[in-house]
C-alpha cells in the first residue's frame, strides 16, 4: 500500500506506513528501503533517502536502478560528484538502462514528478 501511495501523490501517508513496516518487520524485505527512499525524496527528505536508497544497495549491489534512483537524490543534494559515480555503476550494472527505464520503474500518476525525476538522473549522467 505504502508503495502505491507514494506512486499516486500520497507521499506523507506512504512514509507513514514504511515506518511501521520497518517497525513490524524484523528483517525487511528489500523492496522496503528502496521505496522507502523513493518516498522519502519526494518528500524532500534528501538526506534519508539517500541513507534508504544506500541500504537497499549495500543488500543487493547489482540493482542498476537502485544507483540511478540514489543518484537522483545526490543531484538534489547538490553532490553531483557522488551523482556521476552512482550513475556509472548504474551503466557498469546495465550498460542499457536510461532515464525512461527509471521512469516506468517510479513511474507517478502525477505527470511533474516523472519530468522531475527524469531531470535529476539526467543531470547526473543518466542517458535519456
Same mark, same amino acid.
Do not use: C
Given at each position: /500500500?505504502?508503495?502505491?501511495?507514494?506512486?499516486?501523490?500520497?507521499?506523507?501517508?506512504?512514509?507513514?506506513?514504511?515506518?511501521?513496516?520497518?517497525?513490524?518487520?524484523?528483517?525487511?524485505?528489500?523492496?522496503?528501503?528502496?521505496?522507502?527512499?523513493?518516498?522519502?525524496?519526494?518528500?524532500?527528505?534528501?538526506?534519508?533517502?539517500?541513507?534508504?536508497?544506500?541500504?537497499?544497495?549495500?543488500?543487493?549491489?547489482?540493482?542498476?536502478?537502485?544507483?540511478?534512483?540514489?543518484?537522483?537524490?545526490?543531484?538534489?543534494?547538490?553532490? /553531483?560528484? #557522488?551523482?556521476?559515480?552512482?550513475?556509472?555503476?548504474?551503466?557498469?550494472?546495465?550498460? /542499457?538502462?536510461?532515464?525512461?527505464?527509471?521512469?516506468?520503474?517510479?513511474?507517478?500518476?502525477?505527470?511533474?514528478?516523472?519530468?522531475?525525476?527524469? #531531470?535529476?538522473?539526467?543531470?547526473?549522467?543518466?542517458?535519456?
Amino acid at each position: /500500500m505504502a508503495s502505491f501511495l507514494s506512486l499516486t501523490g500520497h507521499e506523507n501517508e506512504a512514509v507513514g506506513l514504511f515506518q511501521q513496516a520497518f517497525r513490524l518487520s524484523p528483517r525487511p524485505p528489500l523492496w522496503l528501503p528502496i521505496w522507502y527512499g523513493h518516498a522519502l525524496h519526494l518528500l524532500g527528505k534528501n538526506e534519508k533517502a539517500a541513507e534508504q536508497l544506500k541500504n537497499a544497495i549495500a543488500r543487493n549491489p547489482k540493482a542498476a536502478y537502485v544507483h540511478a534512483r540514489l543518484a537522483a537524490v545526490y543531484v538534489d543534494l547538490g553532490q /553531483m560528484d #557522488d551523482a556521476k559515480v552512482a550513475i556509472d555503476k548504474t551503466l557498469e550494472l546495465n550498460g /542499457m538502462f536510461t532515464a525512461k527505464n527509471l521512469i516506468r520503474r517510479f513511474k507517478s500518476t502525477v505527470p511533474e514528478k516523472n519530468a522531475w525525476l527524469k #531531470d535529476l538522473v539526467v543531470k547526473a549522467g543518466l542517458p535519456n
